[in-house]
């Protein structure tokens, strides 16, 4: 059994009953992927999970054998951002910082969804692909909390930095 991080296949816990969250924070110092709630509340903790964005905190660690989690620290750092991160920068799409990881990779799998057709509670024609209004990325968001309200922000950087992905 293994699971793939970032790229790099990992020994599973020797616990079965530790979360992916405290997995990935604790056991392979990864600090990146935040607790807030740690009950499925907040959307601090979002991975993508082969694309799909899932909250690291209800999930086991084990249940992800053979699938490639990726974390923030596998979306961009030091060595380049990627535009969505250039984009939260340029946006002010955070202050304090705790929740703009989960904000990252909830983005970029709502992306993927959106392009896959996914509908929202607000999509008026469930026959047609959404246009990504304002309102629907918000509605597609408001699993992410932000503390510092900074939701304006956020959702600004996500048009600018997601702006090309949204409409494909
Ligand atoms: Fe997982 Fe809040 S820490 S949803
Ligand atoms: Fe502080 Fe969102 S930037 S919680």
């Known amino acids: 059994m293994s699971l793939v991080i970032n790229g790099t296949a990992v020994a599973p816990p020797a616990d079965p009953r530790v979360s992916l969250l405290d997995y ?46 990726t974390t923030i620290e596998g979306i961009g750092g030091e060595d380049g951002l990627h535009p969505l991160q250039a984009a939260f920068i340029e946006h002010d799409g955070f202050q304090c910082g705790y929740c703009t990881p989960g904000q990252i990779c909830s983005a970029i799998g709502m992306a993927s969804e959106a392009r896959r057709g996914v509908p929202s509670n607000v999509t008026a024609d469930l026959t047609a692909d959404a246009t990504m209004t304002r309102e629907e990325l918000q509605e597609r968001m408001s699993g992410n909390l932000c503390r510092c309200g900074a939701h304006n922000g956020i959702i600004d950087a996500i048009r600018d930095g997601l702006g090309q992905e949204l409409a494909a």
């Open 24 to 69: 990935l924070r604790e056991e392979l110092a990864l600090p990146g992927t935040k607790k807030g709630c740690n009950q499925g509340a907040c959307g601090a903790c979002t991975v993508l999970a082969d694309g799909e964005r899932i909250l690291s905190c209800l999930a086991l660690a084990v249940q992800y054998d053979g699938r490639a989690i």
